[in-house]
């Protein structure tokens, strides 16, 4: 059974930076995609990145692009998304997400539905 745990989620202000964490267990990383996604208050879930593991794909929203990175670690197990200077718009929860065949893409948005396990997400709040 495949189960991702989010920490490093709090409070920061603006132009801040955090730096997501995701353990995954029950199965290697290596052969998935993994993504970020955020979701506001009243707002859809949000897709903010992806990356596909078999062909290096990236994805980033636009909302995010040149401001957060994200990155894993297959000898922890483990997928990470720094987020640097943070806006009061970036507040939401953040989930980590994994599914396989999935080839991500610069300008192909990732949606909620593609994705087969997800985290139980961490809070990032961005306020003065």
């Known amino acids: 059974q495949v189960q991702l745990v989010e920490s490093g989620g709090g409070l920061v202000e603006p132009g801040g930076s955090l730096r997501l964490s995701c353990a995954v267990s029950?199965?290697?990383?290596?052969?998935?995609?993994s993504a970020w996604f955020r979701q506001a208050p009243g707002k859809k879930r949000e897709g903010v990145s992806c990356f596909s593991h078999s062909d290096g794909g990236l994805y980033y929203a636009d909302s995010v692009k040149g401001r957060f990175i994200t990155s894993r670690d297959n000898a922890k197990n483990t997928i990470y998304l720094q987020m640097n200077n943070l806006r009061p718009e970036d507040t939401a929860v953040y989930y980590c997400?994994?599914?396989?065949?999935?080839?991500?893409?610069?300008?192909?948005?990732?949606?909620?539905?593609?994705?087969?396990?997800w985290g139980q997400g961490t809070q990032v709040t961005v306020s003065s």
């Open positions: 029950g199965s290697t990383i290596d052969g998935y995609a």
């Open positions: 997400s994994l599914t396989t065949m999935l080839w991500c893409e610069d300008n192909s948005p990732i949606s909620r539905s593609d994705f087969r396990y």
